[in-house]
């Protein structure tokens, strides 16, 4: 099992890029309340009429970083806004509102490496500090609701939300569920293709990895029993 070092060594230097991508979220209603919003997260939606809203709940100040994008598909309009507000509490009106102009922003097209798939970069949340701009605000306690909307109010999206990299093995045995469909549904790509990408070498060389490992663990159990 000489390759073993090699393989180890292959998904070193995949990890950082696995890690640095958002954790996806399949969006299945138009209200979803968000946890761990400084996590990078990235809610894959389709507008059906009326605005999706987001619920962003917090006891304490946190830093708060939205964007949004779309998918790179046939006749994807690139018309979706972000309507960013804080309140109190459920009894108070909403204040400090920004909204991420979609309508009048320069919509620029990115590959996204992990995925494999092509989008459009929206507005993004950003804040001037220094003279410098930077990702996310420091938002303090409250509740805060982002509201996508389009003239139409139809279209898919990806809301990203949170920047900090926070992978589990249950969320990549999330995405690893998720990922076929998302391809499908979401870009309109044969669902085999979900693992044509980094991902899906990440995938193939742990499990390779592990099974390597028992292997070896195995052999030398089998040898102390002679």
Known sequence: MKLIPIILLAVFLLTPVVGSAHLPRLVESNITNVENPEVSQAFYGELKGVPDIYV????ISFKLYA??????TEGIEKDLSVKICRKESDDDDDVNCTVLDGMS??????????????????PELVANQDGKTVKGINAEP???????????NKGKYVLVVGEKEKWTATELL???????QLKSDFFERPAHEAYFNIFGVFIILIVISGTGAIWVLVRKYRRKGK
């Open 105 to 122: 922003h320069e919509w620029t097209l990115y590959y996204e490496e992990f995925g494999g798939d092509y989008y459009y970069n929206g």
């Open 142 to 152: 409250g509740i805060y609701t982002l509201k996508v909307f389009s003239p139409d």
């Open 174 to 180: 999330n995405t690893v569920y998720l990922m076929p």
């Open 56 to 59: 962003i709940e917090s006891d």
């Open 67 to 72: 964007s949004l994008l779309v998918p790179a």
